[in-house]
């Protein structure tokens, strides 16, 4: 596992690996992230709520996204984390 960001994370694995990679990563990330919220927060699913040039902006909890990519991949290999994280925000 390693840092592309300083709130984005890499980890590589072996293909026949990664459904578990994922599920362990989903269920941590589940736990550990609700201790960073309140019930409130909890409940109402954002943390900051406010009113920007008339449109209401919400603030949202954290969330796990992923995206995962195989070694056949034509993207070159320098461009590979900016293509997986814009494949995550989508």
């Known amino acids: ?3 592309s960001k300083s709130h984005d994370f890499v980890a590589v694995g ?6 578990n990679l994922l599920g362990d990563a989903s269920r941590l990330f589940g736990r550990k992230v609700k201790s960073f919220y309140g019930e409130k927060d909890l409940s109402r699913k954002s943390v900051l709520s406010f009113v920007s040039d008339g449109k209401e902006v919400n603030m949202g909890l954290m969330r796990l996204a992923y995206s995962v990519i195989d070694s056949r991949t034509e993207i070159p290999r320098e461009e590979i984390l900016a293509y997986l994280e814009e494949s995550c925000l989508a």
Do not use: T
């Open 1 to 3: 596992v390693g840092s």
């Open 14 to 19: 072996r293909k026949q690996d990664v459904n």
